[in-house]
């Protein structure tokens, strides 16, 4: 199947910082690229989708001004958690889906291994 | 809107189990299946439209009755590498919106 990379894999960073998640499709152009969130013994939580060459659309309730996110190219998304707090501690992964692959609204969403952010 | 069941839980090593899935989104367009190794992203297992009944993959296989909107996920000869979360997954509305379970956890002893 696709393979869909992030990076970094974990990162520890100080309250106030700002940190970058990237998340790459490795073998397919990806026009639309998912953000999700989290948090330990709870499901995914959808942050956004974000499209090629254009503004990302945010869930309710997710910041846009806090969670930056930027799809410059049909393989790289990247995430930017900016002033991080502690309550910003999560896991965030990324998933895209390859437009290639016929199925229309039942294509498979092929998701990346995650970033977990710890903010001091 | 997409309850499942048990949280957790644990068997041996080569036995079979049945994890469940509950959902109320409406107006529903598929079901999926995705397992969860720990600290890893959900790898896709199922996707079932309404009209599909059973779905298998390998030694997973699943089910759907649309009319009482539960779906069920069963695991043949379990493994040790089956220890993960499995997460019910439901698209529904216009904008085929993803609605996550909190999934099932589950263990597998040797």
């Known amino acids: 199947g696709a393979v869909v990379s992030q990076h970094p894999s974990w990162v520890i960073c100080k309250s106030g910082t700002s940190v970058k998640i990237e998340c790459r499709s490795l073998d397919f152009q990806a ?3 998912f953000w999700y969130r989290q948090f330990p013994k709870q499901s995914l939580m959808l942050m956004a989708t974000s499209n090629e060459g254009s503004k990302a659309t945010y869930e309710q309730g997710v910041e846009k001004d806090k969670f930056l996110i930027n799809h410059a190219s049909l393989t790289l998304s990247t995430l930017t958690v900016t002033s991080a707090h502690p309550e910003d501690s999560s896991f965030y992964i990324c998933s895209a889906r390859d437009p290639s692959i016929a199925g229309g609204y039942l294509q498979t969403q092929y998701f990346g291994p995650g970033t977990r952010l710890l903010v001091l | 809107q997409v309850e499942q069941s048990p949280q957790s839980l644990i068997i041996l090593e080569g036995k079979n189990c049945t994890l469940q899935c509950n959902y109320t989104v409406s107006p529903f367009s598929n079901l999926r299946w995705y397992k969860q190794d720990t600290g890893r992203g959900p790898v896709s297992l199922t996707i079932m439209t309404f009209s599909e009944n059973t779905k298998s993959n390998g030694r997973y296989t699943a089910t759907l009755d649309a009319d009482t909107k539960q779906s069920s996920l069963h695991i043949t000869a379990s493994q040790l ?30």
């Not at chain 2, 979360?85 to 040797?110: D, F, M, R």
């Open chain 1, 31 to 33: 026009t639309t690229m």
């Open chain 2, 81 to 110: 590498s089956d220890s993960a979360s499995y997460i019910c997954v439901v698209s529904a509305g216009s904008n085929y919106q993803l609605i996550w379970g909190a999934g099932t956890k589950l263990i597998i002893k040797p």
